[in-house]
Nanobody, 128 residues
Framework: VQLEESGGGMVQAGDSLKLSCAAS????????MAWFRRGPEKEREFVAA????????HYADSVKGRFTISRDNAKSTMYLDIQTLEPEDTAVYYC??????????????????????WGQGTQVTVSS
């Protein structure tokens, strides 16, 4: 399995951005994927997760209402739509893959140890 993120960049506060994570080599039909981020001098932080088969989603409390996770089965691509960006959103954003058997998408999805494969990350920088 390989994951490749794209869509990051330098934006201003209030702007929107849509990140993509293209997946290849996945032969399973039921698995979870997620977005994490690591800001400057911060720990890695869970952002959002999605079950590929059902589309069920789970978000970190800090991003609810502004971030939307989605997937396109035909393109094997996951997305993270970010609205009203804030300087605190500055981070490297990573996508991650959790192969089956998987837990129901929820609080357990926030544990990075659940995920076996990670992308290289895409930088998002938000200026005030």
């Amino acid at each position: 399995v390989q994951l490749e993120e794209s869509g990051g960049g330098m934006v201003q506060a209030g702007d929107s951005l849509k990140l993509s994570c293209a997946a290849s080599g996945i032969t399973f039909s039921a698995y979870n994927m997620a977005w994490f981020r690591r800001g400057p001098e911060k720990e890695r932080e869970f952002v959002a997760a999605i079950n590929w088969a059902s589309g069920r989603t789970h978000y970190a409390d800090s991003v609810k209402g502004r971030f939307t996770i989605s997937r396109d089965n035909a393109k094997s691509t996951m997305y993270l739509d970010i609205q009203t960006l804030e300087p605190e959103d500055t981070a490297v954003y990573y996508c991650a893959f959790d192969p089956p058997p998987v837990l129901r998408v929820g609080k357990e999805s926030e544990d990075p140890s659940e995920y076996h494969t990670w992308g290289q990350g895409t930088q998002v920088t938000v200026s005030s």
